[in-house]
């Protein structure tokens, strides 16, 4: 007689502070747990009924169900299914480790947020299973995936570990059993070993599940005569009833005039499993020589791994209401990632293959069309609910922003959709077509700078001449920003131009031949000053040049039309790709009507060979980095040189 084996594992770290969380109840909502784990037997069996299309060994002819079982006297809650079931690894994988990028990040967030946004916080990080707790001092597990001859049990008490060893379940599915805490109503823990609370949670959270969800409700009845009436001295016995709870049409099938908004959000949460409600659904029904129908939902909330590479996004795809797809990523472009949601096309094989789905006509079409629709609701949003569109924005502008530069079909729409603070804005967002309308008759072009931050392009040089001018200049400032201007070159006809690079020309037609007599004497008067200036730094700028762009400034850094700005030089240098960005040479612009500039001036027609003329120069380019928030070559040499002019000064 071989004995069962029983492994010990850790929790991963990560895993450890989240169970400890949900633990120590860090929802008020409670009972969601239950609602989690009916959406992950509604999973496991969509899973089978997929495979077993393209496997004999998985068909089945038992009906795919969840079962809800209660043992009001030992207080344990039993939910399960009869559907893909789990391997031992699996079983590591899925409920042992939470194998997410930026995991630290978000436990650190969790625990600094205590209650307010923690159920938020646990929506966007889709950790259901572990919600169990909330209602369970000890949970079992017992699993056998489908077409295996192996059984395996998980058990733990929610501390820092979890045994595993071998089941002797028969059939396949999975069966977790809740030793239920006590029942606790000032703290939100309703008594989940009574019928009626099991039946509330279930009507109100999955009613939609395409599974029937069985509640096996014991019950005494009293013997009863011929004619179906009590026998009043008669025994009592215990009948066993199994009753459907849900309605199981699925609730993109469903005439809108019977469905609530609560009703939408819920299959919003049941899809997404995110806590909170969305921000806006979007349903398409489209008739004709293409018939599909989509009920997509914009999160109210970013979810937490959206810019990690290992963030897995996609909507749910049926054929005829069956799921051949749970995560299908060819229905949207990637920009658009954080859209959840369903599509049901009668125009797809049920056992279509993912190598077939990526060049399937269909699936082309319904995401031309999808996409379309997205990008009109979102315009829809932006003009009629603004304050509703500048929360969306805030969490999610970000990954619009990635669709200006590679989906050039909708490049219209989505430029349209565009927020940017600007120097008329202290801390408002403009859209295009707002700036678009407060433009100077007389101006060519939109103005933008990009930089690190608000602070920083606020306070550039390069900005001097536009304020003093009246032109509105839209300030760049998200990372994502020196990829957006890549492929965004003009609006409304009007080109974008960087204030920070070439030429800029903001006189009026009238004063043109003026403004270019003016330029020319000042070329002459300061040629050779320029000269020595571009001597001392060489090494350092490609070109020493008289601005029209500064003020009160006395020098600037500026490159050429497709120079990479410094931020972007910046970023690059600071990303983990490993890009080595090659440094580019720029341009010193200097302003002659400031008074460091024309001392400069007479220090030079006094002693042409001067070495304080270089010192100065090596000043004025030192002064050109920090203005702009680049950091100094050599801030050794910067400061050596400073306290040399200063104590010649003194």
Known sequence: MSTITEEKFQFQAETKQLLDLMIHSIYSNKEIFLRELISNGSDALDKLRFESLTSENLKTDDQLEIRIEVDKKSRLLKITDNGIGMSKEELIENIGTIAKSGTKELMAKLQAE???????????????????????????????????????????????????????????????????????????????????SIESVVKKYSDFINYPVILVEEKEEKEKDEEGKEIEDGKTETVIEDRVLNSMKPIWLRDKKDIKDEDYNEFYK??????????????????????????????????????YPTHESGLRLYAKRVLIMEKCEELLPKYLRFVSGIVDS??????????????????????????SKILDSLAKLQKNKFDDYLKFWKELGSAIKEGVGSDFDNKEKLTKLLLFTSSNHKSDLTSMTDYFSRMKPEQKEIYFLTGENREMVENSPHLEAFVAKGYEVLFLTDPVDEL???????????????????????????????????LKEKKEQFSDLLEVIQKSLDEN?????????????????????????????????????????????????????????????????????????????????????????????????????LTKVMVQAV
């Open 114 to 196: 205590k209650s307010n946004n923690a159920e938020e916080l646990i929506g966007q990080f889709g950790v259901g299973f572990y919600s169990a707790f909330m209602a369970a001092d000890k949970i079992t597990l017992e699993t056998k995936r489908a077409g295996s001859n192996e059984a395996w049990l998980w058990e733990s008490e929610g501390a820092g570990e979890y045994i595993l060893k071998e089941s002797g379940k028969s059939t396949s599915g999975t069966e977790i059993t809740l030793h239920l805490k006590p029942a606790d109503q000032e703290n939100g823990l309703d008594d989940f070993a009574e019928y009626w």
């Open 270 to 307: 049941l899809i997404s499993h995110d806590y909170t409600d969305p921000l806006e659904k979007i349903a398409i029904k489209a008739e004709g020589t293409l018939e599909y129908t989509a009920l997509l939902y914009l999160p109210a909330k970013a979810p937490f791994d959206l810019f």
């Open 346 to 371: 009668s125009d797809l094989p049920l056992n279509i293959s993912r190598e077939v789905l990526q060049k399937n006509k269909v699936i082309r079409q319904i995401q031309k069309k999808v996409t």
């Open 484 to 518: 957006v201007v890549q492929g965004f070159t003009e609006f409304e006809g009007k080109p974008l131009k960087s204030i920070g690079k070439g030429q800029i020309d903001l006189g009026d037609e009238k004063d043109k031949e003026k403004k270019e007599k003016d």
């Open 541 to 641: 700028v490609k070109e020493v040049r008289i601005s029209q762009r500064l003020v009160s400034s006395p020098v600037c850094l500026v490159g050429e039309d497709n120079d990479m700005s410094p931020n972007l030089e910046k970023l690059l240098a600071n990303s983990n790709a490993g890009f080595d960005a090659p440094k580019t040479k720029r341009i010193l612009e200097i302003n002659t009507e400031h008074e460091l500039l024309k001392k400069m001036q007479t220090v030079f027609e006094k002693d042409k060979g001067s070495n304080t003329l270089k010192d100065y120069a090596e000043l004025l380019y030192g002064y050109a980095l920090l203005a702009e928030g680049s950091e100094l070559k050599s801030s050794k040499k910067f400061n050596e040189i």
